[in-house]
Structure formats: C-alpha cells, structure tokens
C-alpha cells in the first residue's frame, strides 16, 4: 500500500505526538517542532524539516505519512461560499463548506463518510455511511481550505462538525480532530469558536460534557414534541426528548456553556405558533439559543421551505417568550446549497 499503510501525522494531537517521539528517544520539544512544520509553516515533506536531525526525518518518513485530501471538485458561490468535494486516500468522496460572516471564515467539517441517521429532510443521509473519518482526515478538510484561502491572505478561524456524518457516531476521532486544531501551537483555533452538532446522541452528551473543554455544543433539534421529531429523526424514537432535555440539561451545568438549538423551518410540518410556544415550553429552562434554519430544497425530499414571514414570526414569538433567536444567514443559495448534495450528486453520476 505504500505511504497509505503508515500512520497519517495530521491524526496526532501534539500530547500524543509527544509519546511518540519520546518512545523512539527523542525530547519532547521535537514534537512542538512538528506541530510548527506542519500546521505554521505547512510544510508537507520530512526533508524540508530542517532543523530535524537527518536520522529523525528518515524515521518519520518510514513510520509516518503526511497524506492530505485532494480537491475532486470545487464550487463557489456568488456570496464567496466555497463547498468542496474532498477525495481521501481510499477514494472516498468528503464535502467541506467554507461560510463567510462578519466575524470571520467558518468550515463545516464533515466527520463521516455518508450517515446513518436518516434524517427525512437531509440530503447527507441519501447514502448510508460507510465509515467514520479519522482525525487526519478531518484535520485534512482544514488544511486543503486553509491552502486555498492563503491566495487571499485569509485562513480557517471557525470551525463547525456539521457537515456529513453524526459526530458524535465517531466520537474519539472527533476529540483528537479538535484537540489538533485547538492546539496553541497548531492551527490555534479558540475551543470557542469551535461547535460540535448532534442530532442527540445521549452517551455523547454525557461524555461531551465532561471534556473540559469550552467547545460549543449544538443539537439538531428541529421539533417541539417527539410525535413530529419521530417523523423527521429516527433517532428520536431511541432518544425521546424526555431522555434527552435531562442530558442537555446537565451538559449545560457541568460545562457552564450555553446550547444551541438547531431547528429548520419546513412549511406546514413545524413552523406555526403552536410549535413555537411548544419549543417555548420545552426548552425555557435550559437558557437555550435558536438557530432557525431556512430549508435547502432537495429534490428526493417532499418537504418545502417555510415562508419567510411565518419563519420571522416564530422567531419573535421566541424571543418575546424570553429565547433568543435568530435566523440562519443562507450561504450558496447559486450552488448545492444543502449538506450532501454535492457528494450525492456526484455518487449517483459515477453508479449511472
């Protein structure tokens, strides 16, 4: 297999890096060292390490590989979203989405390859998951955006694990993914402005909560009571909302973080005010935000877009009721705006 049977750098958070070289005997700063190589100055070859004796570069390059993505197919929007269709060391196809705001340059990252949760109003559940993406891989999304956002002297400084996949299916590769990232003397990018989305994995929650770490935390929520959260989230029928409100509950209090409640807008299925005042009820105590997302419509799917007017009236009713909410800002609305599309797109092409 070549380099594709060693063990990928860019999955190594730097504690673990650490171990590493300290077990073939090298100091410890050595991996600091790495860490600068890789993610400051990314450099993407041993030899160039220079400051590395010529015996160290020869055993990493016998033991590890540096192995990055490679871009399969790009896209962008008039807005400046950039959604790529990643290709991995197996050939399995990733979409990553590159979103602009105001307050910087936002990734959503996708932690698995297809998903199982089956959402009824996702494009990304359209392929079952195959696998669940390594921390490399992860990481390797970063990176590949970073190379194209340096011709414009910009960089990655928001990351968000929304894209393909349920997190927290995956969940160690996702804690070493953002151990990397977090990491001072990598990529730097603040445990704040870093968010995980689950659809409601409970044991998840549970273990998420006891990190340490100031990560975010959001859960695709997308309905008020489980009659309706059933019919849109099979996941919902393990997880009931009378499991889960407990779990964000105690997610809130051990980590002193505030939840985000993910909740997209399909007309006539959960967009009226009696919705509202149930989503009201249900999550008032536990100090909440909501994150009302306009529907990306997907030709497999029946649901449509709830109007704006209804979308901006459940808004307020929330926020009169005490919730602060807001609506998404849309991003590529002229490309494959929804999660997944671009990947089903492209599979079901190849398979004709």
């Not at 909410?325 to 190849?350: H, M, N, P």
Request: net charge neutral; glycine share 8%.
């Amino acid at each position: 297999m070549g380099e594709g049977s060693l063990c990928n750098l860019y999955g190594f958070p730097l504690g673990e890096l650490t171990k590493q070289l300290e077990a073939i005997g090298e100091k410890p700063y050595r991996a600091q060292q790495l860490f600068d190589w890789l993610y400051v100055k990314k450099v993407h070859s041993f030899s160039e390490m220079s400051n590395l004796s010529k015996d160290l570069r020869e055993t990493l390059s016998s033991s590890y590989s540096l192995f990055l993505p490679s871009i399969f197919k790009k896209e962008e929007s008039q807005d400046g979203t950039i959604k790529l269709l990643l290709e991995m060391e197996d050939g399995a196809k990733v979409e990553c989405v590159l979103m602009r705001y105001d307050y910087g340059n936002a990734l959503c990252v996708s932690s698995e390859v297809g998903c199982s949760m089956a959402c009824a109003f996702c494009a990304s559940g359209l392929l079952r998951k195959e696998r669940g993406l390594t921390a490399a891989e992860m990481v390797g999304q970063v990176m590949v955006m970073n190379a194209l956002l340096e011709k414009e002297m910009e960089r990655v400084s928001h990351v968000v694990v929304m894209g393909t996949g349920e997190p927290f299916d995956n969940y160690d590769e996702v804690m070493r993914f953002i151990r990397i990232i977090n990491e001072q003397k990598g990529l730097a990018i603040g445990a704040r402005h870093i968010t995980v989305s689950t659809c409601g994995i409970i044991p998840g929650i549970q273990r998420y909560s006891e990190e340490g770490l100031q990560i975010n935390l959001a859960i695709s929520l997308h309905a008020p009571n489980d009659e309706i959260r059933a019919k849109l989230m099979p996941i919902a029928r393990k997880y009931p909302l009378k499991d889960l409100m407990p779990a964000v509950k105690e997610y809130v209090e051990k980590s002193g973080r505030r939840v985000t409640f993910e909740y997209i807008m399909l007309r006539g299925v959960n967009d009226s005010l009696d919705c509202a005042a149930e989503l009201v009820r249900l999550i008032g105590d536990t100090f909440g935000y909501v994150n009302l997302i306009p529907f990306n419509p997907v030709k497999e799917k029946p649901f449509e877009r709830a109007d704006r007017k209804v979308v901006e009236k459940f808004r307020d009713y929330l926020n009169n009721h005490g919730i602060k909410c807001t609506i998404r800002k849309e991003f590529g609305t002229d490309i494959d705006a929804a999660c997944g599309q671009l990947r089903v797109k492209y599979e079901r092409k190849s398979r004709q």
